[in-house]
């Protein structure tokens, strides 16, 4: 298994651009999560999903879309980039929700916004 | 909603010593799940230790273990013979148990720390 996976790694983008973050997981998990990591302020939840075709926002969704069309992807879309959502991005994936469910993360997106 | 308060932004330790990490948190649940992972330089979440409200006794995974105090809401995690691996930032987290609805884990700002030979 690839487990979860994201790209870009690293991503500049300019004020106004979107672009969308993508995010894969080959474990056939219901739960997929987005958060962004700034520093000092620990990782913030953006949107998650409980299956396909469901999703939720988190604690700071402005300015990001999502959508699930398949177990397996969860693409997290920024509509006009601002220097405001230059972060680390991660995705993260579990099975089900509770102890024994342990979430699984992403290697993490760079996005810088310029 | 809840809230993970990590007090110590950075700490250090020597090699070979113990450190403990101090975490708090705010709900009004009473079943819920805490946990403690770590982010070494390589950026990748590491999961370290888990524990359920519901059981009182504290988790231990070799050289990490907790100390659970459910009525103060605290949730430390002890580092045993502390390595230079160990060097990392250590973030705790708290989810709700299924049957109080569907979210995701909430995260502490994390505590940087540093083992020093």
């Known amino acids: 298994n690839a487990g979860v996976t994201q790209t870009p790694k690293f991503q500049v983008l300019k004020t106004g651009q979107s672009m969308t973050l993508q995010c894969a997981q080959d474990m056939n998990h219901e739960y997929m999560s987005w958060y962004r990591q700034d520093p000092g302020m620990g990782l913030r939840l953006i949107h998650y999903s409980v299956g396909a075709g469901i999703t939720d926002q988190g604690e700071v969704p402005n300015g990001y879309n999502v959508s699930r069309s398949t177990t397996e992807d969860f693409p997290l879309r920024l509509l006009s980039a601002a220097p405001s959502q230059t972060s680390v991005y991660f995705c993260?994936?579990?099975?089900?929700?509770?102890?024994?469910?342990?979430?699984?993360f992403g290697p993490g997106t760079r996005l810088t916004v310029t | 909603a809840q809230t993970v308060t990590q007090s110590q932004p950075e700490m250090s330790v020597q090699e070979a010593e113990t450190v403990t990490l101090s975490c708090t948190y705010d709900t009004s649940e009473s079943n819920y799940y805490l946990f403690w992972y770590k982010q070494p330089p390589s950026r990748q979440m590491i999961l370290v230790i888990r524990?359920?409200?519901?059981?009182?006794q504290n988790a231990t995974e070799n050289r990490f273990s907790v100390n659970f105090q459910k009525a103060a809401k605290s949730f430390s995690l002890k580092i045993s013979d502390s390595q230079l691996g160990d060097t990392a930032m250590y973030f705790c987290?708290?989810?709700?148990?299924?049957?109080?609805?569907?979210?995701?884990?909430?995260f502490g700002k994390g505590t940087r720390l540093s083992v020093i030979a």
């Open positions: 993260a994936s579990s099975r089900g929700q509770g102890l024994e469910y342990e979430q699984y």
């Open positions: 987290a708290f989810m709700n148990s299924p049957n109080s609805g569907n979210t995701p884990l909430v």
């Open positions: 524990q359920e409200a519901y059981k009182q």
